[in-house]
T-cell receptor
Framework: DAMVIQNPRYQVTQFGKPVTLSCSQT?????MYWYQQKSSQAPKLLFH???????NEADTPDNFQSRRPNTSFCFLDIRSPGLGDAAMYLC?????????????????FGPGTRLTVL | GENVEQHPSTLSVQEGDSAVIKCTYS??????FPWYKQELGKRPQLIID?????GEKKDQRIAVTLNKTAKHFSLHITETQPEDSAVYFC????????????FGSGTQLTVLP
């Protein structure tokens, strides 16, 4: 089940101290997503990469950045975490349209990183 | 953009009864509708999905129906068990090339033993 891996699973940081969350995948999927999920709420898409192309959601704060150095890895950088950024951060992947009939456009989620901001 | 509404927000059923969760979507171009189950502190897990060229899909105790005309889709769980207790999210995929999902607000299902 370790197709989408997130590290660390739990991250504690201080207010204003930069933090980086990591996601890796063994599925060779070309699309990777970062979601923020707060308690009792639906996952909220922050941004996604379609191959190397970065796509930011309009309401994602500038405080959130992302890097994708290769197909397998994607990072979420929070430059100055605030108390309101405490949440579960979920990474997900999906495959190319050519695999659609085989279910390739299904999004597979990682286990998440729970971020605590002190 | 796409807007997905999900009802009810909480649902309690007796073990063995059926549970139905309903979602509506706004973008008529949406063509893929997954359902995710999320247990407390865990990742969303895909339990069933349906594409716009199909009206109904069933997998053991779980079924999903889609009405494209009404832009409405539903999750049906029969013979519910306590382990079905979780939050269920519906989602719709719009027509964008990266296949972004728009999620409903979630339904907390509690199956009472």
């Amino acid at each position: 089940d370790a197709m989408v891996i997130q590290n660390p699973r739990y991250q504690v940081t201080q207010f204003g101290k930069p933090v980086t969350l990591s996601c890796s995948q063994t599925l060779n999927h070309n699309v990777m997503y970062w979601y923020q999920q707060k308690s009792s709420q639906a996952p909220k898409l922050l941004f996604h990469y379609y191959d190397k192309d970065f796509n930011n959601e309009a309401d994602t704060p500038d405080n959130f950045q992302s890097r994708r150095p290769n197909t397998s890895f994607c990072f979420l950088d929070i430059r100055s975490p605030g108390l309101g950024d405490a949440a579960m951060y979920l990474c997900a992947t999906s495959g190319p349209l050519s695999q659609r009939l085989a279910g390739g456009d299904t999004q597979y989620f990682g286990p998440g990183t729970r971020l605590t901001v002190l | 953009g796409e807007n997905v509404e999900q009802h009810p927000s909480t649902l309690s059923v007796q073990e063995g009864d059926s549970a139905v969760i309903k979602c509506t979507y706004s973008d008529s171009a949406s063509n893929y509708f997954p359902w995710y189950k999320q247990e407390l502190g865990k990742r969303p897990q895909l339990i069933i999905d349906i594409r716009s060229n199909v009206g109904e899909k069933k997998d053991q105790r779980i079924a999903v129906t889609l009405n494209k005309t009404a832009k409405h889709f539903s999750l049906h769980i029969t013979e519910t068990q306590p382990e079905d207790s979780a939050v269920y999210f519906c989602a719709a995929r719009g027509s964008g090339s990266a296949r972004q999902l728009t999620f409903g607000s979630g339904t907390q299902l509690t199956v009472l033993p």
